[in-house]
């Protein structure tokens, strides 16, 4: 069974910091795009972080350029979002992403073929 598990959601004050994690398992961890997404009721998802097999620089959404830093450790089958200096406005629920690789790209992660955790909640107070 593939499981995307995330971990490390919590609620802080404006200018804290949060690391979360996703910890992956039944699917094979090389051959896919990890990331993350996140989503406030009534607003769109939205793609916050990816990072690549490949070695090219992860993607980050413009509003939390500067402030996270996606990670991923092989051996672990587990990717990282390290997020400071947060603001209210990343309030949302964070989801753990997995989008499988054909011909050497990420597949849309609107694609069937997307895994998705169950999100962790994280709450930033002004």
């Known amino acids: 069974q593939v499981q995307l598990v995330e971990s490390g959601g919590g609620s802080v004050q404006a200018g804290g910091s949060l690391r979360l994690s996703c910890a992956a398992s039944g699917f094979t961890y090389s051959n896919y795009c990890m990331g993350w997404h996140r989503q406030t009721p009534g607003k769109e998802r939205e793609r916050v972080a990816t990072?690549?097999?490949?070695?090219?620089?992860?993607y980050y959404v413009g509003s939390v350029m500067g402030r996270f830093t996606i990670s991923q450790d092989n051996a672990k089958n587990t990717v990282y979002l390290q997020m400071s200096s947060l603001k209210p406005e990343d309030t949302a629920m964070y989801y753990c992403?997995?989008?499988?690789?054909?011909?050497?790209?990420?597949?849309?992660?609107?694609?069937?073929?997307?895994?998705w955790g169950q999100g962790t909640q994280v709450t930033v107070s002004s």
């Open positions: 992403v997995a989008r499988p690789r054909r011909g050497g790209i990420c597949t849309s992660w609107l694609s069937a073929t997307t895994y």
């Open positions: 990072i690549y097999p490949d070695g090219r620089s992860p």
